[in-house]
């Protein structure tokens, strides 16, 4: 279950891929653990549904509060980090690596930069695809 989760979180759009982005690595914890919390809640409706029958054991307490457990610790660390991100963001200002130009946090290319080094990145993924 929570590897599926991860999955999905780690398929990022290719722009947002090449600019190392710590926000999203918070937004991204508490989305998880939101996700997790969401998933526990519905495991224990099903719980509950099914309690007396032989599929109770399925949806068994200790994992649901490991699971609960796991969501909270999750959205804990994404609050953590999103409250470090905004300290850091205000101390270092970001600018572009090539011009200098302010840009925002967790970026490393200004927009026009960045559009050149996408378009760098696709010409070199064309010239050595096999055909
Ligand atoms: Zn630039």
């Not at 279950?1 to 999955?7: D, K, P, Q, S």
């Not at 979180?9 to 997790?36: C, F, N, Q, Y």
């Not at 919390?37 to 549904?49: Q, R, S, W």
Request: net charge positive; hydrophobic share 45%; aromatic share 6%.
């Amino acid at each position: 279950m929570v590897i599926t989760f991860l999955c999905t979180a780690k398929l990022t759009p290719h722009g947002e891929a090449l600019t190392v982005d710590l926000t999203s690595m918070s937004s991204t914890l508490l989305r998880l653990g939101l996700w997790i919390i969401l998933a526990v809640v519905a495991f224990y409706v099903l719980h509950e549904t099914y309690a007396g029958t032989h599929l109770e054991a399925y949806f068994s307490t200790p994992m649901l509060q490991r699971g609960l457990m796991l969501g909270a610790l999750l959205v804990v660390a994404g609050i953590v980090m999103r409250l470090a991100e905004k300290g850091a963001s205000k101390v270092v200002k970001n600018r572009c690596s090539v011009c200098k130009t302010p840009i925002p946090s967790g970026a490393i290319y200004c927009r026009a930069h960045l559009r050149n080094v996408l378009a760098r990145e696709d010409e070199r993924t064309h010239m050595t695809r096999t055909r």
